[in-house]
């Protein structure tokens, strides 16, 4: 018999004989209950782990839930985005029976990856709520962001056995949820410490951070309206039932999404009145085309000579500050295009809508921007039927989602939450960028829609002071209008 080299030895490995009950783990029996006969709507206390005072939701849902249709309702009613890995756990953190329930996603490992030490028996879309929750008392865990370590308590405080309605409802709740990313529940506590001082440099750094991951200035912990987010949990089942014709771009791009994974999505399409009418009045058009007409005009049949870098003259930059009053929202002096974003993209979206275009060192009409200069109907049409802009398809994917938002008037701050997450759930990944978009770099892939309706004072009036922007009703129906 030949001998085994010292070498050969090194990466010899003991495998346990199955037949010996000590080299095997039995499996963790499973804590599941049997799913119950009768629907029920059950009343969940819902609080965040290890902070005080606590930040609690009461809220009422229909017993045969899935656990992954769950977890959408817990993301909107705490306050979440979701924008993070989650799970479910029946049992107590680190103990050797709790049962793990995993996500089922095409780009998730095999089951029973997570933490070690708990046994993962199925998915989250295999579980009912009532296999869990059975009693009065019963608990669930819900883990949010395993970076931050968010954890939730779900208890199960009733059951009422007549089931009046399926659509989750908030009862009652305290307290604002935790920004993302903020550092779990030690940054929480450092965040409310520092915003509590004032005049310092952290203070300053705060506010940056606050408007750059929440679009606010200031967090408000206090903050809680049970009766918006019931309206906001309504609006999500309505809207799964608002779908557009799958003929039409939108409807295409929301069939390859899910009101699971993006609630706020679909929570839109109530709001956005997209069965409603899309017909400007005379003025509402006048006003919609005015700054496109102008520059039509101002270009003329003969066209006007750029810079030597190739923008418009200071003098034409000059006449359109004061014939839009854009020196309300720009300070300083400056004559430039380079120095004023409004004018620069609306010439060139003048240029990508084929209105315009430069020629040996001037900005010419094309036929057809000669022949719509004096058509408002025909020239709003072009654009509605033009826009998104932007070539690639990240641009058109994302400003279909930006016009949606714009139709049901969102806050900007929202709308760049939602649209991060639905390009998430797209399928785009950035190079450079880890992980999903940070929701305030995605004005970069709506650069060329957003910088238009900027321009034409689409998205709020001229004199909107920042946190009062509403969309006026002409904006919406715009956007109502792209979106046919």
Known sequence: MASTSPESRSHLSLVPNPADPAATTAPVPSRRHPRRGTLAVYTLRVELQDIEPAIWRQIAVPSDLMLD?????????????????HGFLSGELGSP?????EVRSEFSEPLGFGPPGYAAQAYEDEVRLDEVLAEVGDTLLYSYDFGDGWVHTVTLEGVDEVASSTVPVCLDGARACPPEDCGGVPGYENLLRVQASSGDASSRELREWLMMTTGKLFYKPEEFDADAVSALLRAQVEGAALMPDAATPLGALLARLSPRRVPGLFAWLPRAGLSEGAELTAEETERATRHLRWLLRVVGPDGVALTGAGYLAPKIVTEARAEFEWTQRWRGTSNRESDHPQ??????????????????????????GSTLADDQTGLLRHVAARLPLGKPKID?????????????DRPSGESQAVLAQAIAELGWRFEGVPGALPDHETRWVIERTLGYLNAIDALSEPDARMGDETVPEWGRKLARLALR
């Open 69 to 85: 249709a769950l977890h959408p309702v817990l993301q909107t009613v705490m306050g979440w985005r979701d924008s993070h890995l």
């Open 396 to 408: 058109q994917e994302a400003g279909l989602i930006f016009l949606l938002g714009m139709a049901a």
């Open 343 to 368: 004018m620069l993209h609306l010439r060139e979206a003048a240029q990508e809508l084929g209105l315009v275009r430069k020629a040996k060192g001037k900005l010419l009409r094309t036929k057809l």
């Open 97 to 101: 029976d709790s049962e793990r329930f």
